[in-house]
């Protein structure tokens, strides 16, 4: 799982003392097996209890980072459950985490969800986004290149702290990620774990950068 080039918390303290900014777009941590038959992806399930120790790690780590920290999550329990822990383990009390449909099921990537839940229930779902890596369409998907572009420009609007935690889910960080050339090579074996994060670095000059963080934190890429 050490992918070349990764960043980790220390590259990411760096480059906050530095004076750029970092949003770091953050699957969320741990949670239950989600029923395949669900058509809201497990909408209600909570982060396990390790979940929560993952959370409050990341936080610890970047504790202190910056003063002016900025919270965001999808609308889903489990991911909105990710920032508040992770809040907690940065000594954030009260985080103001708005919810936010854009940057999960509702976001640029999304062509129609209902098509994204029958890939879902089908067992070969890694297959089916492996697929869509590579060819950059699949069925439910909007065109990655073009959706990864929109998603940018709309988390980056959203995003007014020096840094920025934003929970998401696993296949927009992997899609995000492919678009931008920095892992291309996503499959079952190499995917993101548990708070693993894509990372936006915005230097003063205007000139963007992009990593995937690898957090260490869990081996699984599903839930217990």
Same mark, same amino acid.
């Given at each position: 799982m050490n992918d070349e080039g990764a960043m980790d918390f220390q590259a990411v303290r760096d480059e906050l003392q530095k004076g750029n900014r970092v949003l770091l777009l953050v699957r969320h941590a741990e949670r239950p097996h989600i029923d395949h038959e669900d058509p809201t992806f497990g909408g209600a399930l909570p982060i396990t209890d390790n979940g929560k120790r993952m959370c409050e790690d990341f936080g610890r780590a970047l504790?202190?980072?910056?003063?002016? +920290?900025?919270?965001?999550?999808?609308?889903?329990?489990?991911? +909105? /459950?990710?920032?508040?822990?992770?809040?907690?383990?940065?000594?954030?009390?009260?985080?103001?985490?708005?919810?936010?449909?854009?940057?999960?099921?509702?976001?640029?990537?999304?062509?129609d969800i209902r098509a994204v839940?029958?890939?879902?229930?089908?067992?070969?779902?890694?297959?089916?986004?492996?697929?869509? /890596?590579?060819?950059?369409?699949?069925?439910?998907?909007?065109?990655?290149?073009?959706?990864?572009?929109?998603?940018?420009?709309?988390?980056?609007?959203?995003?007014?702290?020096?840094?920025g935690v934003f929970t998401t889910h696993d296949v927009f960080v992997a899609s995000y990620l492919c678009a931008k050339g920095v892992k291309t090579d996503w499959n079952q074996e190499n995917w993101p774990r548990f708070l693993d994060s894509a990372v936006i670095v915005l230097e003063p000059s205007g000139v963007r950068r992009y990593a995937l963080l690898r957090a260490g934190l869990s081996t699984r890429a599903t839930g217990v």
């Open positions: 504790k202190g980072a910056s003063t002016d +920290v900025q919270f965001r999550a999808s609308p889903l329990r489990r991911t +909105v /459950m990710s920032a508040e822990f992770i809040a907690r383990g940065m000594g954030i009390a009260r985080a103001e985490i708005p919810a936010d449909e854009a940057i999960g099921n509702g976001s640029a990537f999304i062509s839940w029958q890939l879902f229930r089908d067992t070969r779902f890694f297959e089916h986004m492996a697929a869509y /890596m590579i060819v950059g369409v699949q069925t439910g998907f909007a065109p990655i290149e073009a959706a990864a572009a929109t998603y940018e420009e709309y988390v980056l609007s959203q995003f007014t702290g020096q840094l």
